[in-house]
């Protein structure tokens, strides 16, 4: 794990802090902001961002969101790294019960549930107190993953997933979201051959396993996800060398984050 890997089992962020469990850590003035157009926040921007990262199997987030920390920590904006579902003990319960092969079929509506369960315990005990101490959060997938897996490609209702993310704390939105965009059939190919070499199918396979035309009903909800929230979203093409993505990743944050403008990206 990098340095900047601080899920919580690693780095917890009250350790850094002094945040306690006991502190209020909603600000509703970031709240909203992040309803608005993020540029607006350019130049007089006082407060941590959130940022997330998505994109089908295989399409290189883990790679490009480490680089980003790196790049932001050498700027002087510290950020962390954290990722859904699996940023909080229970949430790390909750990742093994869901992508590994333990429990063959899980019913979709109970699949959503658990999904949003881990993103209510992973922003109230690591999210929120992170931002509130002016620390970046870079997130691995978010609340667009529920709407583009369990809504889009498994069938349930985009609705339905909304409302439940209107109840605090669930009602946090990014900043940006970075939508790392791939050909399903390349990110797959990718994955596979990723879980291979690290030997986790066993574990960590349940998404991989699915049809192809699964895969590409996610990629198309993303895309429309991204399309109804353009000041919210960036697509990158996930295609090229990690440098080359890296850039065009910093590229679209540099409104965000001055300090990286200009930069080559590598
Ligand atoms: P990862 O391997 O990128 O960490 O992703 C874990 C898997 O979890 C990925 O296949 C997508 C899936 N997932 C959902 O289906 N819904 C969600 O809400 C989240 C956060 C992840």
């Known amino acids: 794990m990098s340095r900047h890997d601080a899920r919580p089992d690693v780095r917890d962020p009250r350790a850094a802090t002094g945040a306690s469990e006991a502190q209020e850590p909603l600000e509703p003035a970031l709240s909203a902001a992040a309803q608005v157009d993020p540029r607006l926040l350019t130049g007089t921007r006082r407060h941590a961002c959130f940022i997330t990262f998505e994109g089908i199997e295989g399409s290189g987030k883990s790679t490009q969101i480490a680089r980003l920390a790196e790049r932001l920590d050498d700027a002087g904006e510290p950020a962390v790294v954290t990722r859904e579902p699996g940023g909080s003990p229970l949430g790390r319960r909750l990742r093994s019960l869901l992508l590994g092969g333990e429990i063959a079929r899980i019913e979709p509506i109970a699949e959503m ?16 107190p992170t931002l509130a ?49 791939l050909d399903p059939e390349l990110g797959l190919e990718r994955a596979l051959r990723r879980n291979e070499e690290r030997r986790i199918e066993a ?13 590409r009903r996610v990629r198309e909800g993303y895309l429309s996800l991204a399309e109804a929230e ?8 996930a295609e090229g060398s ?3 993505i890296a850039a065009r990743v910093a590229d679209l944050l540099s409104d965000l984050f001055p300090a990286l403008d200009g930069e080559d990206g590598s």
Do not use: K, N
């Not at 549930?113 to 929120?128: M, P, S």
């Not at 583009?148 to 990014?174: K, S």
């Open 230 to 237: 353009p000041f919210r979203f960036r697509i990158v093409a």
């Open 203 to 215: 574990s960590e396979g349940r998404y991989e396993r699915e049809a192809l035309g699964f895969h």
């Open 133 to 181: 101490s002016g620390t970046h959060v870079l997130c691995d997938r978010y609340l667009d993953a529920t709407l583009a897996y369990q809504g889009h490609a498994r069938g349930l209702d985009l609705e339905l997933i909304r409302r439940l993310h209107e109840t605090p704390p669930l009602d946090r939105r990014p900043h940006r979201t970075i939508l790392l965009d």
């Open 113 to 128: 549930l658990l999904y949003v369960a881990d993103r209510a315990q992973h922003l109230r005990e690591f999210v929120e």
């Open 242 to 244: 990690t440098d080359e």
